[in-house]
């Protein structure tokens, strides 16, 4: 799997600095993924949804630690590449 471009959309919020979107191969795109600012730094939130409940569900996820390191990795590199160019 390669992800083959990487479009982070800044915003301007307290913890939410960036909204991301993927593609993989080419060939398919994954959307609304989250840069956040948490207690321990940036990490990437996958797109959820919420629930009747009130709790969110991922709605697109890695399925290995692998494949979450690589998105992140990827995706945190892009984001400070573009808040550099701001």
């Not at 909204?19 to 939130?45: P, Q, S």
């Not at 290995?64 to 808040?83: G, H």
Request: aromatic share 6%; net charge neutral; charged share 35%.
């Amino acid at each position: 799997m390669e992800i083959t471009e990487v479009r982070v959309f800044p915003v301007d919020e307290e913890k939410l600095k960036a909204y991301v979107t993927i593609t993989i191969d080419n060939c398919f795109v994954v959307r609304d993924l989250k840069v956040i600012e948490g207690t321990k730094g940036l990490f990437v939130a996958m797109p959820s949804k919420k629930r009747k409940d009130g709790s969110f569900k991922d709605t697109a996820h890695p399925l290995n630690n692998e494949t979450r390191d690589l998105i992140e990795s990827k995706v945190l590199a892009e984001y400070n590449k573009a808040v550099k160019n701001e």
